[in-house]
């Protein structure tokens, strides 16, 4: 692949981390002019240009350098680092927690049901969009379960039929108790992160990224 001089991060195109992603870049001093097919925003003053995505498919765009960094949940990018565990692919690294987009990774259960433990899952149906990080919570508690994976809706699987419990994102619980359902677990407290390989490109865009990261440092200290 070309190399590249200018730094690229991807980003949400058009969602929850959109705003904020875009509101820390600026505070950062930088400033974007959108692309005429609108993928991109480029850098009006500094050498960093931002690629327009959906969220799910910025950790593989780091993995395949078609950009260098990403932000995007944590909850995102740990699921694709269990997704490819034993793949040959590129190892990526957590750069800064970026301080939005908090939520935590959760299992719910109806309502109506006795939870007392991990155990009460054992033999029971788990509907989730995060079967790596649901697989790898349910060996440490070695409980054995059926994980349905379900790309949306997945609070009203249980009202369906289609499972016992959910695994999902929760921010303020509203969506639960809509649903009948009780936050019992919480797998990943998630947030916003800066992502990217583990090792800097050594070369002006590992430069800009040092400039960026010593910004970024300073930006969310003092709003902290
Ligand atoms: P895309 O179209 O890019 O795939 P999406 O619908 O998957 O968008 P959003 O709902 O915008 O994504 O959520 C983006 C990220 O925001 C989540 O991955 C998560 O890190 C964070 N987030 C914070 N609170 C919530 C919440 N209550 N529900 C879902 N995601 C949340
Ligand atoms: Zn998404």
Redesign the pocket.
């Known amino acids: 692949m070309k190399t590249r001089d200018r730094l690229r991060i991807a980003m949400?195109?058009?969602?929850?981390?959109t705003e904020p992603a875009l509101d820390l870049l600026n505070r950062c001093g930088l400033s974007f002019r959108q692309s005429r097919d609108k993928l991109f925003l480029f850098g009006e003053g500094e050498p960093v240009d931002l690629l327009l995505?959906?969220?799910?498919d910025i950790p593989g765009l780091i993995a395949q350098g078609v950009c260098d960094l990403g932000i995007?949940?944590?909850?995102?990018l740990n699921e694709f680092k269990l997704s490819t565990t034993g793949l040959e692919a590129e190892p990526l690294n957590e750069w800064r927690p970026l301080g939005f987009?908090?939520?935590r990774l959760s299992i719910a259960v109806p309502q109506e049901l006795d939870y007392e433990g991990p155990q009460h899952l054992e033999g029971r149906r788990i509907a989730t969009s995060y079967p790596g990080l649901l697989g790898e919570w349910l060996r440490t508690h070695a409980v054995k379960a059926g994980v349905v994976t379900l790309a949306?809706s997945v609070e009203i699987a249980p009202k369906l039929g289609t499972a016992d419990a959910i695994c999902d994102?929760?921010?303020?619980g509203g969506?639960l108790v809509a649903n009948q359902l009780r936050e019992t677990e919480v797998l990943l407290e998630?947030?916003?992160v800066l992502a990217g390989p583990l090792t800097l490109p050594v070369d002006e865009r590992g430069d800009m990224l040092e400039l960026l990261l010593k910004r970024l440092d300073g930006v969310i200290q003092v709003r902290e």
């Open positions: 949400q195109k058009s969602g929850r981390l995505v959906r969220d799910d995007v949940g944590r909850n995102v987009g908090r939520c949306g994102l929760v921010q303020s969506t998630s947030e916003a």
